[in-house]
């Protein structure tokens, strides 16, 4: 997307003078100069062979794929760094259609909701001897329409 922005922002932004919002601008300057030496850099040396790397600074945009993708590795990462030696399932829990307008209009307070009863529905029937019988944990993400997992809008808790 960058090389494009690179390649083709200029002639858009005069075509489309007029029409593009100084956050939409703001956004295309900064995934053009993320990782490039117009956001400055470092030089990295290897202490054994001497060979350098010179490594130029992120843009840290919220809508940079680029900075998304290395903070979606991170989060990952992290999870998995919280990850006990014991089987994990993976459950979903979906808004009926119905209700989605009001949860788009009233995030944290549906969201919250949501959380809150499939957490507690989990732990009520996992602690069920009939099911279960073991007291568990559970690392909760949400997906709103068009999300990836761990594309940097879902919402941990
Ligand atoms: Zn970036």
């Not at 470092?42 to 992120?58: G, L, M």
């Not at 007291?135 to 941990?156: C, N």
Request: net charge positive; proline share 5%; glycine share 8%.
């Amino acid at each position: 997307m960058a090389d494009i922005f690179r390649r083709h922002g200029p002639a858009w932004r005069s075509a489309n003078a007029g029409r593009v919002s100084l956050a939409q601008l703001k956004v295309m300057s900064a995934i053009e100069s993320c990782r490039t030496a117009a956001l400055g850099g470092h030089v990295e040396r290897c202490e054994d062979c001497a060979h350098v790397r010179i490594a130029y600074n992120s843009c840290r945009n919220r809508h940079c794929p680029k900075c998304q993708a290395i903070a979606a590795k991170e989060w990952l990462a992290d999870r998995e760094a919280e990850l006990l030696p014991v089987p994990y399932y993976h459950v979903v829990f979906t808004l009926p259609a119905a209700i989605g307008d009001i949860a788009y209009q009233n995030k944290a307070v549906v969201y919250d909701i949501l959380f809150k009863a499939a957490a507690e529905t989990l732990i009520t029937i996992a602690a069920d001897p009939k099911h279960l019988g073991a007291r568990i944990g559970l690392t909760a993400v949400l997906h709103t329409p068009g999300s990836s997992p761990g594309a940097g809008s879902g919402a941990r808790r």
